[in-house]
């Protein structure tokens, strides 16, 4: 049974890094002009279900409203990165 959590645990650790990287490539293509393509659209359909929550989060407590920084793509990365350190 430990083995199965064992795998269970690699597999989350696995898909949250690989989230994390679809952010950083997300993020960096955001600095170019692009129009819509396929690999941009990829990229916010894996990522939104993450940053959305936060994002929420931050317009109900009226948080960084103003801001020219998304917060909330920074907060959900640093929450994956807790994350991925605290389950090996």
Do not use: C, G, H
């Amino acid at each position: 049974m430990e083995i199965f959590f064992e795998i269970i645990k690699n597999v989350i650790v696995v898909l949250l890094s690989a989230v994390q990287l679809a952010m950083l490539v997300r993020a960096v293509l955001s600095w170019f002009v692009m129009d819509e393509n396929k690999i941009v659209n990829f990229l916010y359909a894996v990522t939104e279900p993450f940053i959305v929550p936060v994002r929420l989060l931050f317009e109900k407590l009226n948080w960084f409203q103003n801001s020219p920084i998304d917060f909330s793509f920074m907060i959900t990365y640093l929450i994956i990165s807790i994350i991925i350190i605290i389950l090996p």
